[in-house]
């Protein structure tokens, strides 16, 4: 066992919590079934969208756009 580093104690009052009352892996078994919604841009990405609102509307023109796509296919195979 290692031992414990000797960290001095400079957290803002505010900013300290007792975790002696803490569970751990309190979410483990509901992110398992129902997944993570955090999605991690990289950096290039992450500078052309300003916030998750903007990220959302990219995709959902994108969302569209495929959709729109996949009926034009299914059209001209019906044709054919």
Known sequence: MKPKANLSDDLR?????????????????????EGANIVVLDPD?????PNSEAVNDAL???LKAGQAAQ???QRSKRRA
């Open 71 to 73: 009926r034009l296919a």
């Open 13 to 33: 009052p505010e900013y300290r919590f007792d975790y002696s009352k803490a569970t751990r892996g309190k979410y483990y078994k509901r992110i398992l079934k």
């Open 45 to 49: 990405v992450a500078k052309a969208f």
């Open 60 to 62: 959902r023109v994108v």
